[in-house]
């Protein structure tokens, strides 16, 4: 009995102890976490907000620039956009080779085994993306065209039903399905953009060439809305068959770009560049143009991985702002009406809806 009572403390005791001891690092443990968690929270939301911006950036600069380059009045030939496309493809080439390099560890050896293999050896794989690039590089001279007839915010909010067109196309060539909420958006979207194209007085007014030039500029940011629509969904398909790399998918993409893009200079332009030269009407702001055209998409790839469809909405909406207020005090191209403001609106809700993803208020867990 003695013994006993003498052992019971301790089998009593010991357990407790141990449990203490290997309590205290995991509380340590998780309280190390929380500084990183903060850290983590911090810089994604910096992430955002820094997407936000480079998205709001690149879709407002890349219209206004190429708009204003399209009506800018200057001595001598204008520079012909579908040279300037072919740069821009050339242009894309290059940037997405040093991305590859950079993903090789900087090794020339590494960079011509990737590119070899995975363009070269792949050759079924590589012409796949024939057909979204030809549809690319046509709806790119589109949207000269349009720029060239439109002004900046009538363009910016047209070219939205590229939302309409992506979404049919999605649920007829991927299978997907759009929830009520985005239904309802994308008749929103077509009722905001008929009001942005109802002619005011002053259009009514106008002589039939404006009124011609409006027409052109409507058609052609309408092509560009399928086309968009067509080659984004064919391209996810791909992206979703295949493992190769953005940056590789990229390249090819450019490699037929430049090709279909040599054939429209030749086809359309090819006597004014026997005449003038292939550089011919370029200045600082056509390689602007040019740049922001080129980089942006690639630009949009690299930081669409931080940007939600709320944020996504937000920098459509700031840039269809922009655009107005640019168009309005700086390029006086634009004369907004009350019409054009209700249709503005109308695009803007839709843009958001479109991005909504309603959550149940109560998620029990099932047994």
Request: with cysteine; hydrophobic share 45%; charged share 15%.
């Amino acid at each position: 009995m003695s013994s006993h009572s003498v052992l019971s403390p301790v089998v009593g005791t010991d357990p407790p102890d141990q449990h203490l001891e290997l309590e205290k690092p995991q509380e340590l443990k998780e309280m190390e976490r929380l500084p990183l968690a903060n850290e983590d929270k911090t810089m994604s939301t910096n992430l955002k907000y820094l997407s936000l911006g480079i998205l709001v950036f690149q879709t407002t600069s890349l219209v206004l620039t190429m708009r204003y380059s399209r009506t800018l009045k200057e001595e001598g030939p204008r520079y012909l956009s579908s040279t300037a496309v072919v740069v821009a493809e050339l242009l894309k080439i290059m940037a997405c080779i040093l991305l590859v390099y950079k993903d090789s560890k900087c090794s020339l050896r590494a960079l011509n085994r990737v590119l070899h293999d995975e363009i070269l050896n792949k050759p079924m794989e590589t012409l796949k993306l024939a057909i979204p690039s030809g549809i690319y590089t046509l709806q790119n001279n589109l949207l000269y065209v349009a720029l060239s007839n439109l002004d900046a915010a009538t363009y910016q909010v047209t070219y939205q039903l590229k939302i309409l067109t992506t979404a049919l196309f999605s649920v007829s060539m991927l299978s997907k399905k759009l929830g009520v909420y985005q239904w309802l958006s994308l008749v929103i979207l077509m009722t905001g953009v008929a009001f942005v194209q109802w002619p005011s007085d002053s259009q009514l007014d106008s002589k039939e060439l404006s009124a011609g030039s409006q027409f052109v500029g409507l058609m052609a940011v309408l092509t560009a809305c399928f086309s968009s629509g067509f080659a984004g969904v064919y391209f996810e398909k791909i992206l979703k068959e295949t493992k190769q790399s953005v940056w590789i998918r990229n390249i090819q993409l450019g490699f037929f770009g430049s090709i279909f893009g040599l054939m429209g200079v030749y086809i359309y332009d090819g006597e004014l560049v026997s005449k003038n030269g292939f550089f011919q009407g370029y200045n600082q702001l056509t390689w602007i143009v040019v740049v922001l055209q080129a980089l942006g998409g690639l630009v949009i790839a690299a930081v669409i991985k931080y940007a939600d469809n709320i944020l996504k909405g937000f920098a459509t909406s700031l840039s269809i702002i922009l655009s107005t207020l640019i168009s309005y005090f700086w390029l006086q191209d634009f004369v907004p009406t009350s019409v054009f403001f209700l249709g503005a609106i109308l695009v803007i809700t839709a843009t958001f809806l479109y991005g909504y993803d309603p959550k149940p208020a109560g998620n029990p867990t099932k047994a």
